[in-house]
């Protein structure tokens, strides 16, 4: 007793405190002047308040299911896969993915979820809901990254691309490797993929294949976790469904770099961790997180930490001496399997570590967009809006039930604290905490207990709410899926909003205008952050540089006269460029990209200079000029 008492202490606090802090993340920025933020906090203020007003109301209500005929899901199921084909039809009509696409996936999402939530869930259904998830998942991720040319995310695709061919072709990890050579594994996974099995795809399509399979396992291993903790079929492909469609999930589901198979690796971690006496499954966790290691070493503060919460407040609440899911010996263990391999092995990234925690916190404002477009970023933030309600709301009927165990309270309590550093908030406004620290990293290793915990919510809203109530919650969830497919984090290539931000993939063209440009100059290429990424990884990454503007007068800057600027104009005639806000009037040579670069609309005058350059190339989606005033 003493133990629900303590978590219902918890969750009556909560229940005063965030409807206080939704208030204060509103009104206090209003005070201070900044209008804009107290708008942008409105997404977060909303479920903060309406949360606990609705988990009061609820809270008496008896649990209620209404089921269809059994005979019927095979009709649900059809109808499903029907509009499986219509969205790869629309992937093969249309250049870019429309808008009809993302509404197609939002309805197949809301199918499987009328599927769990109409129909007994048998064991012959189980599988039959995590195949169409499966599929689900990889229908959002492979759409983007097999769709386009080459799907490059926020760059680091770029570069991984890179060492994944210098695998492939020279059959061992060599210096260009540079920091990235203490986790090679991603590069040589994928160069297995090719060069053993034999896989006849370019080293590109082999990498977000590869990724995309990977992923395809998150539902599965999400359902296997949550039916441990919580033991109930229903539940559990809930949680599923809520894992495959939280947002992180999606993103590095495309990105398909080392960070993303850390994300996979540590829910199955939690998996194994879950038998903690079966000796084969304590084997499998120390070898899941030497692979953790491997893979993307980088990764393991994050994940130590989340697994140094849970070994805390199991201490904290466990009071019963019920089965404990974490030892300390195990946290010891870990803990230094990393710092041994960080100081024999991984030196290198040990000393970028501590030097970027260490460093001062850059200048300016890293989220310029949060103050001077919050409409647009507003919109697309939306979809944590009701996430964050069930959220909340499966936070407090978890902690207060009598029948969820330790392991369920603590796991819903680590999903509602960590939306704190994980959904776009307060922290990402502090320098230190959002560069330095890359606190927005938890959003990658937290998804498991955020989409747990929001899945307990909507079933408690859903199961306790009267007919009319039950049709406005799955249009809720539709809502939230449609907007999560479709905002700009997820879907650049074309969302309902933009935001400044550039997109996330390079067409052919693009990629032979840079290389054509780049053989035939002999001084530097000046080109937006994008392609100066792009030649970062390349033969040519000696001729790149970013192009500088002017502080004052905002023209472009240059070293030399046989220069050439290199304008994206497809990308410019949609989005703004990236480029390097220079202190001064004077070209700076080798400049530092951090805290400086800076977005150009294409209505700003730096373009027009451009008409005094000779002009000596045209792809029309790519311009080269050099010479000139």
């Known amino acids: 007793m003493a133990r629900l008492n303590n978590f219902t202490l918890i969750s009556k606090t909560f229940l005063y405190l965030l409807p206080i802090l939704g208030v204060a993340g509103v009104t206090i920025p209003l005070i201070l002047g900044q209008s804009n933020l107290s708008l942008l906090g409105t997404y977060l203020a909303v479920p903060m308040i309406l949360a606990p007003i609705i988990h009061i109301k609820l809270k008496g209500n ?69 195949l169409q998830m499966v599929i689900l998942t990889v229908n959002i991720i492979w759409g983007v990254t097999l769709n386009y040319d080459f799907f490059i995310g926020r760059t680091d695709p770029i570069g991984h691309l890179k060492l994944i061919e210098s695998v492939i072709n020279a059959a061992f990890v060599t210096e260009i490797f540079d920091v990235y050579k203490p986790f090679p594994l991603w590069h040589i996974l994928c160069a297995f993929m090719q060069n053993v099995l034999g896989i006849s795809l370019s080293a590109q399509k082999i990498m977000f294949v590869t990724n995309g ?39 590095y589901g495309m990105q398909s770099i080392p960070r993303s198979v850390v994300s996979f690796l540590e829910i199955m971690l939690i998996l194994v961790l879950l038998d903690p006496q079966n000796p084969a499954k304590v084997f499998a966790a120390i070898i899941l997180v030497f692979s953790l290691i491997a893979f993307h070493t980088a990764s393991m503060p994050f994940v130590l930490s989340i697994l140094f919460a849970i070994y805390v407040l199991e201490k904290i609440y466990n009071k019963e001496n019920d089965e404990s899911l974490l030892s300390f010996k195990f946290i010891i263990l870990a803990i230094c399997m990393t710092l041994v391999y960080w100081l024999y092995y991984g030196i290198i990234l040990f000393e970028t570590l501590v030097y970027n925690i260490t460093r001062s916190a850059p200048s300016g404002v890293l989220t310029e967009s949060v103050f001077y477009t919050p409409l647009s970023e507003l919109f697309n933030y939306l979809q944590y809006t009701p996430l964050l309600l069930f959220v909340i709301i499966g936070f407090f009927s978890t902690l207060q039930s009598k029948r969820a165990s330790t392991f369920g309270k603590i796991f819903c309590m680590i999903g509602l604290f960590t939306v704190a550093i994980t959904f776009p908030g307060p922290t990402l406004l502090f320098n230190k905490l959002a560069s330095n620290f890359n606190l927005a990293r938890f959003g990658e290793y937290s998804f498991l207990f955020i989409g747990l915990t929001g899945s307990i919510g909507f079933y408690e809203m859903y199961s306790k709410s009267k007919k009319y109530l039950k049709i406005f919650v799955v249009i809720l969830f539709i809502s939230m899926t449609f907007l999560t497919v479709s905002n700009d984090f997820t879907a650049s290539d074309n969302p309902l909003v933009k935001r400044p931000f550039y997109t996330y993939y390079l067409t052919n063209e693009e990629e032979t205008s840079f290389e054509h440009i780049a053989s035939v100059t002999e001084g530097y290429v ?36 046989d220069d050439i600027f290199l304008i994206r104009e497809s990308e410019l005639e949609k989005r703004p460029l990236k480029l390097y806000a220079a202190p001064g009037e004077e070209f700076v040579s080798g400049s530092t990209w951090e805290g400086n670069l800076v977005y150009y609309y294409k209505e700003g005058t730096l373009w027009d200079d451009l008409i005094m350059y000779n002009k000596i190339y045209d792809s029309k989606s790519v311009t080269g000029f050099n010479h000139g005033p």
């Open 526 to 561: 000046m080109a937006d952050y994008v392609t100066s990424r792009y030649y970062s990884f390349s033969e040519y990454k000696d001729k790149s540089h970013i192009i500088e503007v002017g502080s004052t007068n905002k023209k472009i800057l240059r070293d030399e006269t």
């Open 213 to 251: 399979v990977i992923y395809s396992f998150v539902p599965v291993v999400s359902y296997l976790v949550s039916m441990k903790i919580f033991k109930d079929s229903k539940i559990a492909l809930l949680s599923a469904l809520f894992v495959s469609i939280y947002p992180e999930v999606i993103l």
């Open 62 to 130: 008896e649990t209620s299911f209404k089921t269809f005929n059994p005979k019927l899901f095979s009709s649900f199921v059809s109808i499903y896969f029907i509009f499986f084909f219509i969205s790869i039809s629309l992937l093969q009509v249309f250049d870019v993915r429309p808008f009809a696409y993302y509404l197609v996936i939002a309805v197949m999402y809301g199918l499987v979820l009328l599927e769990i939530l109409m129909f007994e869930v048998s064991e012959k259904k189980v599988p039959i809901i995590l």
